[in-house]
């Protein structure tokens, strides 16, 4: 079987089908509420910091601060893309953890009560929406 030189994989009417209901599924309301909370919830973990007041704890600053941008960023792509970004789904699960552990595991931090809880309760709400997501698009996929 030969592929004319003109067609390339992105162009296959079988990726492109694949794409349109990956697409269809990302524009249900349910994914696109869950999506919209995953943005406020990387939104708050890039400014905590600032909300919460980690004086002195640059480290920490900058880690909350990439991981909360990432979570934003990624909740964007799959509400305008999902077709597109439906493969990296599995990255926001893993930056929630990271911003509940990163508490203990960044070094040089003295953390107080209002850093842990911060960073407990912002992971796990970015874990809990975006493994709610992950699962409502399995489920309507039938995977």
């Known amino acids: 079987m030969s592929t004319s030189p003109s067609m390339s994989m992105e162009t296959h009417p079988d990726i492109a089908a694949l794409r349109d209901s ?11 509420f869950a999506g919209g909370l995953l943005v406020l919830a990387g939104l708050y973990a890039a400014a905590s910091s600032f909300i919460v007041g980690f004086n002195g704890q640059t480290t920490l600053m900058m880690t909350n ?20 970004t439906h493969g990296i789904t599995f990255v ?19 953390t107080s009560a209002g850093m842990i809880w911060s960073n407990v309760v912002v992971g796990a709400v970015v874990v809990v929406l975006s493994a709610l ?9 039938g995977t």
Do not use: C, N
Not at 65 to 84: E, F, K, N, P, W
């Open 22 to 32: 990956y697409d269809e599924l990302g524009e249900g309301p349910a994914l696109q």
């Open 65 to 84: 601060m990439i991981a909360g941008l990432a979570v934003a960023l990624l909740a964007v792509g799959h509400a305008t893309t999902y077709g597109r």
């Open 92 to 110: 926001a699960p893993l930056l929630g953890v990271w911003l509940i552990v990163s508490p203990w595991l960044v070094a040089g931090v003295s």
């Open 133 to 141: 997501g992950l699962a409502m698009a399995m489920t309507r996929r």
